[in-house]
């Protein structure tokens, strides 16, 4: 609560203040540095490592592997990559789980641990109105706030969204012009996925994905709204959405798509 926070930052403080010359102290957190430390930062004395250099590059995740002397192909371990982006802790959780792995080294899609680790330590923690956002916003490929507001829009989505710094990794920036964007960590978005489909109805699942189908054709992903058109199984919304671009599609060449929808 407040006041253990509070008692805490004080012993930290005088703790700090002891350290002798030549000393250092690790102090591993979900969030900054409280404002009673700010003038360790300003002196040099107090360094913030922060996610951007906590990440992991791809040779260090092969580096990583390679310790622990299992192999991957090329294509193995850039998939890896880009369903960890980095983060180290669902790196060591897919490594360590037998469950996600196959004998030649192969992804199984459904990594049990890591999923059991959001929902634990992650999921479970939250407030009701950030797990409902996260389940809301799982549904698009990419979001701005603005685009999440649209979605959602009984909440405060950007005050929401930055009670997850402490949970920076879940949220990856998107170089997409003017406006950022981010898109969910694809471990934490394939959990979310799963847990929308345990905690809806299969109305309400639909009705969701709906949402966000319609969002996405105004942003002209007319895949991606397909896509979730069809996990929710909403056939006459798909049967317009096929009527309304297959002119289109056909003269792009991309027969193979509409076939795909039907």
């Given at each position: 609560?407040?006041?253990e926070?509070?008692a805490?930052?004080?012993?930290?403080q005088?703790?700090?203040?002891?350290?002798?010359?030549?000393g250092?102290v690790f102090?591993v957190?979900r969030?900054?540095p409280?404002?009673?430390?700010?003038r360790?930062?300003?002196?040099d004395?107090?360094v913030?490592?922060?996610?951007?250099?906590?990440?992991?590059?791809?040779?260090?995740q092969?580096?990583?592997?390679?310790l622990?002397?299992?192999?991957?192909d090329?294509?193995?371990?850039e998939?890896l990559y880009r369903?960890t982006q980095?983060?180290?802790v669902a790196l060591?959780?897919?490594?360590?789980d037998?469950r996600?792995?196959t004998?030649?080294g192969?992804?199984?899609?459904s990594?049990?641990?890591?999923?059991d680790?959001?929902g634990?330590e992650?999921f479970?923690?939250?407030d009701t109105?950030?797990?409902?956002?996260l389940?809301s916003?799982?549904m698009?490929?990419?979001?701005?706030?603005a685009?999440?507001q649209?979605l959602?829009p009984?909440v405060?989505v950007?005050?929401?969204?930055?009670?997850?710094q402490?949970?920076?990794?879940?949220l990856?920036?998107?170089?997409?012009g003017?406006e950022?964007f981010y898109?969910?960590h694809?471990l934490?978005r394939?959990?979310?996925?799963r847990?929308?489909?345990?905690?809806?109805?299969v109305?309400d699942?639909r009705?969701a994905?709906?949402?966000?189908?319609?969002?996405?054709?105004?942003?002209?992903q007319v895949?991606?709204?397909a896509?979730?058109?069809?996990e929710?199984?909403?056939?006459p919304?798909l049967?317009?959405?096929?009527?309304?671009?297959?002119e289109?599609?056909?003269s792009?060449g991309?027969?193979e798509?509409?076939?795909?929808w039907v």
């Amino acid at each position: 609560d407040g006041a253990e926070a509070s008692a805490l930052k004080t012993l930290l403080q005088a703790a700090l203040s002891e350290v002798p010359t030549g000393g250092c102290v690790f102090v591993v957190g979900r969030s900054g540095p409280p404002a009673a430390l700010a003038r360790y930062r300003a002196n040099d004395r107090l360094v913030v490592v922060d996610w951007d250099e906590l990440q992991l590059t791809r040779e260090e995740q092969d580096g990583i592997i390679a310790l622990r002397g299992l192999q991957f192909d090329e294509g193995a371990l850039e998939t890896l990559y880009r369903r960890t982006q980095g983060w180290v802790v669902a790196l060591a959780m897919l490594l360590s789980d037998r469950r996600a792995l196959t004998d030649p080294g192969v992804l199984n899609p459904s990594p049990a641990l890591a999923f059991d680790y959001f929902g634990e330590e992650i999921f479970r923690q939250l407030d009701t109105p950030t797990r409902d956002l996260l389940l809301s916003i799982a549904m698009l490929p990419q979001f701005s706030t603005a685009l999440a507001q649209r979605l959602c829009p009984d909440v405060d989505v950007a005050a929401l969204l930055d009670g997850l710094q402490p949970y920076a990794y879940l949220l990856i920036p998107m170089p997409t012009g003017d406006e950022l964007f981010y898109q969910l960590h694809p471990l934490a978005r394939e959990f979310l996925l799963r847990k929308a489909r345990e905690v809806y109805s299969v109305a309400d699942l639909r009705q969701a994905r709906g949402r966000a189908a319609q969002l996405l054709l105004e942003l002209g992903q007319v895949d991606a709204a397909a896509q979730l058109l069809m996990e929710g199984q909403d056939w006459p919304a798909l049967k317009n959405l096929t009527l309304q671009h297959a002119e289109q599609l056909l003269s792009q060449g991309r027969g193979e798509t509409l076939v795909r929808w039907v």
